[in-house]
């Protein structure tokens, strides 16, 4: 549940600065950014060819031909500089104005036109001299007087002269029926890269707003949902800190998250059965260490006691009464000597290293079932038992994982035979533990029945994996099968 606490700390700038929010805000702003540089600079080069190719000589001349000379009788007709300059507007208008410069990045009709980079010039020889716009660049100004002096024929310069190296000129004169008179139209257009930073500059004026807020949104979205998948990831590390293995992260995306967590549960449970093999042989060690106690000092003590009592009893056979005596503390003794060396055998039960699992498994058998009906048996490949013989804890999982399961038997199954086996089946080992008792319903069973443990045991094994097969009326079949590891 959002608390206000919990609110107020998602705005620490800390927060923000470090977390998954400004890292996923700023790859989507470059990289949004990136790609529409590389949009607009496509569309400039584009619209430059496509500029160039249509003030080129050949496409330029029949417009400026025809259009200029029809302007031309009007201009000679002119009385004032004010009709002169709407006579070239017009002309203006006609000749560039007509589709020719429309989506020209940086060099379009308006901001041509607006920046006196876009022109066209009239004198005669009366003195009558104008130019449409009112204001020109210095560099188009002097192309287009440079132009003017050299003759009455149409002529178009497009990219061979430049002033400057982020300019170009196309120019072209009319020609006019009197020799003195003259027409020009020019255009100074922008370098490719000098109309890309123009045409950015622009777009970005607008855009970066809505890249700004469109990014800021996705990049929120994705925090928020993978955020609360990974602080619950969290939580769960931390209870393992803890040293708390059993919670598990339970993450069922299937994104490269999910599948990491879900190697996170699986080291968890591997981290786990470690463990517990680990306090299984500590304990053993320690049962071993007090079989060992208890053999050097109780026993030994109730062995010298039980020789003192048999000779009391011989030195008392004269009085009846105390022989008597004598003899019931003697039985005592032998009572306690029997029940020590029980404690002891249990105590000092041999582990898996020291006799093998075949020998281990059976003796924990025949401790467990002493007393039932129960007729069992163990069958353990030799190249199996081989390969074990170098792997304790291996085998020490295996004793526990078999043990667990005759113990399932003896008090769920009320069986009358177990089979115990461990095969080699092609890359995998099998373990398989299998009665004749009364079966159950497989996804009916109950945490207290013991499969909980065998399947977290199954799961530390390499590439283990555990299948239980059961009805009702049909015994049992449980086989864990896993990977060996390969020696050097």
């Not at 999910?258 to 549960?265: E, K, N, T, W």
């Not at 038992?385 to 792997?391: A, D, Q, Y």
Request: charged content about 20%; hydrophobic content about 40%; some cysteine.
């Amino acid at each position: 549940m959002l608390t206000l606490s919990r609110l107020a700390s998602l705005f620490m700038p800390k927060r923000w600065l470090g977390g998954l929010f400004i890292k996923f805000f700023v790859s989507l702003f470059v990289i949004s950014g990136s790609s529409t540089v590389a949009i607009i600079g496509f569309g400039t080069w584009n619209s430059q060819v496509e500029l160039k190719e249509a003030l080129s000589e050949d496409k330029l001349h029949d417009r400026v031909a025809v259009e200029g000379r029809v302007v031309a009788e009007l201009l000679q007709a002119a009385a004032t500089a004010e009709r002169c300059q709407a006579l070239l507007e017009l002309l203006v208008h006609r000749v560039f104005g007509s589709g020719v410069l429309t989506g020209k990045a940086g060099n379009s009709f308006s901001q041509s036109l607006g920046e006196g980079r876009l022109a066209a010039l009239y004198r005669n020889e009366q003195g009558l001299q104008c130019h449409y716009p009112a204001k020109l660049t210095e560099p188009l100004q002097a192309r287009m007087q440079t132009v003017s002096r050299q003759g009455n024929s149409i002529k178009v310069e497009s990219d061979e002269t430049r002033t400057a190296s982020d300019i170009w000129f196309s120019t072209a004169v009319v020609q006019l029926p009197q020799e003195a008179d003259r027409l020009v139209l020019g255009m100074e257009g922008f370098d490719p890269w000098k109309a890309f930073w123009a045409d950015t500059s622009r777009q970005f004026g607008w855009l970066w707003p809505y890249m700004l807020i469109s990014n800021c949104c996705t990049a929120l979205l994705l925090a928020f949902f993978l955020l609360n998948r990974i602080r619950h990831a969290e939580q769960v590390a931390n209870t393992w800190a803890q040293g708390q293995l059993d919670m598990r992260i339970n993450d069922e995306g299937h994104d490269e998250f999910g599948r990491l967590a879900q190697r996170f549960d699986h080291m968890a449970d591997a981290v786990a059965g470690v463990i517990e093999v680990k306090q299984a042989i500590a304990a053993q060690d320690e049962r071993s260490r007090l079989a060992r106690e208890l053999h050097d000092t109780a026993k030994q003590r109730c062995f010298a006691l039980g020789l003192q009592l048999s000779l009391l009893r011989r030195l008392c056979s004269t009085h009846p009464e105390q022989a008597k005596l004598a003899n019931s503390s003697l039985k005592l003794v032998e009572h306690l000597q029997r029940d020590m060396s029980d404690v002891i055998h249990r105590l000092s039960a041999p582990t898996v290293a020291e006799l093998g699992l075949d020998s281990a498994l059976k003796q924990n058998l025949a401790n467990l079932l002493e007393g039932s009906a129960i007729e069992w048996s163990v069958d353990i490949q030799e190249e199996v038992m081989h390969w074990l013989n170098e792997e304790d804890a291996v085998a020490t999982e295996l004793l526990l994982i078999a043990s667990e399961g005759a113990a399932n038997t003896l008090r769920h199954a009320n069986a009358s035979h177990l089979w115990i086996s461990l095969v080699r089946q092609g890359e995998r080992f099998v373990l398989k533990i299998e009665d004749d008792g009364q079966g159950f319903h497989p996804g009916h069973t109950s945490s207290g029945m013991g499969l909980g443990n065998m399947r977290q045991r199954a799961h530390w094994l390499l590439e283990g994996r555990i299948d239980i097969r059961s009805e009702p009326g049909q015994g049992t079949t449980v086989e864990i099968s896993f990977k060996p590891t390969e020696r050097q």
